[in-house]
């Protein structure tokens, strides 16, 4: 969603809340129903803290509800359909800017969910079913480039994964099934050469691994049986990088590598 289409639905947010909270003052705050159920316009403060706003049809909410943070400044506006169940949400940093745009059912996340960083750029994008992920996710850095792709369905990593360099580059590229890393597993330099190269059966580590150097020359074997190393063959010195952003660089692999069950 644009961020200028988005401006134009929050104007007519406000617009609609003002109007509710006029309607609102022509009501008795803060009552309930014969059954003890939050019922027309309320205004919820704890400690003098205002929270948030808005109108509850016999304890479900209805229409537009502001929340807030503590020094008054809007955090979210959420517009409440069908008797409480359907919530569109629009979430903003501390200055103003939008955090996230999406969609609740029955208080779960649903469909399109996205999110910005606090120059209104987007850094990530969602997708669920009822509280479920399913569908691409993705994320961008903060020049918006792709940096990271996978699939879920029914809340399991499903198919490849892939993520990015700033520039565009492959730096990752595996395979998921049933929420595992399955086959071939590919690391990458920032200049396209291999850094390592191995399989995964069910996330554990199978077989030979190859290290490659900076320069692009195999360093070593690594042979790996049942998730556990069982042999390794230096095949080149370790060599230490010539420059502090490929130092930077290598350890950045090697701690990925560790997360990922690879010493």
Known sequence: MKIRLIRAILMFGFISGFALWATGQQDTLNKVDKNGKKHGYWIKSERDTLLYE???????????????????????????????????????????????????????????????????????????????????????????????????????????????????????????????????????????????????ENSIPVGTWIHYNIKGEIEKKETYKGGKKIKTEQLQPVTEPDSPEAKKEVEEMRQQLRNLGIE
């Not at 399109?112 to 009822?130: D, G, L, P, Q, V």
């Open 54 to 200: 808005g109108r509850f049809d016999h304890g479900n909410p209805a229409g537009l509800f502001v929340y807030y943070y503590p020094d008054k400044k809007i955090k979210s506006t959420v517009e409440y359909t069908q008797q409480g169940k359907e919530a569109r949400a629009v979430m903003y940093h501390a200055n103003g800017a939008i955090m996230a745009v999406g969609k609740y059912w029955q208080q779960k996340k649903d469909s399109t969910w996205k999110y910005f960083n606090e120059s209104e750029r987007i850094i990530s994008i969602e997708h669920y079913a009822k509280g479920v992920a399913d569908g691409d996710w993705v994320k961008y850095n903060q020049d918006g480039m792709l940096i990271e792709k996978v699939q879920y369905v029914n809340g399991l990593k499903q198919g490849d994964w892939l993520q990015y360099f700033d520039d565009g580059k492959i730096k990752i590229k595996a395979t998921y099934r049933d929420n595992l890393l399955n086959g071939i597993f590919y690391l990458y330099y920032s200049s396209g050469t291999f850094c390592v190269a191995g399989k995964y």
